[in-house]
């Protein structure tokens, strides 16, 4: 079945610095693969996707490309801020969408003034 | 503005108890979801819909139940058969269910055992 797989966290940075979020996935075909991210008591916000190999999706100064000789969609962001706070999720879908997304557990990442 | 609407916020149950959570959409989408997302453990497939009348279970559809009377409406049960119903759900909405579409997020509902 398919599966996905990102870091652990609590990931703490210092604002302005680099970030790197893992993400690796376990699929049948060809998924589409998005990025959402939650802000406390909220529903989830869809940050990027991409929908074939080699697409890069970006949003907010957020990048993410997908990898299928490695089966990565690892999200990146080159200057965080503290309002970057938040907890990332990354997605797959397969088999025509209609059956739910596949997520990760989610990493809480934590921006530090 | 268009989104999907989740209430009640916060809701309780008693024991022996069934609570309907409601989720309604304006986006005219044809697909709809409910998640279950738990501490450290992701999100969680409920049921699907990809159109009215019709519905799927997903990974975790044990001790819920579902309906899709109308294209914008997709209500979740919590019945008393569900032992661990504290979590918090999510709805959410597709345009047509293909693997290319995002789901759209409602703000969730939490519920909590009395």
């Known amino acids: 079945g398919n599966s996905v797989t990102q870091m652990e966290g609590p990931v703490t940075l210092s604002e302005e610095a680099f970030l790197t979020i893992n993400c690796t996935y376990t699929?049948?075909?060809?998924?589409?693969l998005f990025w959402y991210v939650q802000y406390p008591g909220e529903g989830l916000q869809l940050l990027l996707k991409?929908?074939?190999?080699?697409d890069k999706g970006s949003n907010k100064g957020f990048e993410a490309t997908y990898r299928k000789e490695t089966t990565s969609f690892h999200l990146e962001k080159g200057s965080v801020q503290v309002s970057d706070s938040a907890v990332y999720f990354c997605?797959?879908?397969?088999?025509?969408?209609?059956?739910?997304?596949?997520f990760g557990k989610g990493t809480h990442l934590i921006i530090q003034p | 503005d268009g989104g999907i609407t989740q209430s009640p916020k916060y809701l309780f149950r008693k024991e022996g108890q069934n609570v309907t959570l409601s989720c309604e959409q304006n986006l005219n989408h044809d697909a709809m979801y409910w998640y279950r997302q738990d501490p450290g453990q992701g999100l969680r497939l409920i049921y699907y819909?990809?159109?009215?009348?019709?519905?799927q279970k997903g990974d975790i559809a044990e001790g819920y139940s579902v309906s899709r009377e109308k294209k914008e409406s997709f209500p979740l049960t919590v019945t008393s058969a569900q032992k661990n119903p504290t979590a918090f759900y999510l709805c959410a909405s597709s345009t047509d269910g293909h693997s290319n579409q995002p789901q759209h997020f409602g703000d969730g509902t939490r519920l909590s055992i009395l």
């Open positions: 991409a929908t074939k190999a080699d």
């Open positions: 819909s990809q159109i009215v009348n019709d519905f």
């Open positions: 997605a797959l879908s397969s088999g025509g969408g209609a059956d739910g997304l596949t």
């Open positions: 699929a049948t075909g060809y998924p589409s």
